[in-house]
């Protein structure tokens, strides 16, 4: 199992920032990827940034140059720094864990930590 707690959302005006934490904890020696994805109200959860164990990242095209996903593997914590925040990038945001060993992978996520960008 792998527990990943989340901190770091709240509201912020449009063009403003936040920077969420995410810390892992558990059987954390098998995660391949972490990062982040969202969901707002009505929408599918959607991937908005990842960051395998080799350093590659992978974005949403609607946050590429505006948000940052960031490892720090002694800590076993990701970030996403979000700058140039838009309306539409309110929603709640979920930690992600991508385990895989061998036999099988599974997705551990986070409990979910709001953003809120509104004037």
């Known amino acids: 199992q792998v527990q990943l707690v989340e901190s770091g959302g709240g509201w912020v005006q449009p063009g403003g920032s936040l920077r969420l934490s995410c810390a892992a904890s558990g059987n954390i020696f098998d995660i391949y990827a972490m990062g982040w994805y969202r969901q707002a109200p009505g929408n599918q959860r959607e991937l908005v940034a990842t960051?395998?164990?080799?350093?590659?990242?992978n974005y949403a095209d609607s946050v590429k140059g505006r948000f940052t996903v960031d490892r720090d593997n002694a800590k076993n914590t990701v970030y996403l720094q979000m700058n140039s925040l838009k309306p539409e990038d309110t929603a709640v945001y979920y930690c992600?864990?991508?385990?895989?060993?061998?036999?099988?992978?599974?997705?551990?996520w986070g409990q979910g930590t709001q953003v809120t960008v509104s004037s």
């Open positions: 992600n864990a991508d385990w895989r060993n061998s036999d099988y992978e599974v997705d551990y």
């Open positions: 960051m395998t164990n080799g350093g590659s990242t």
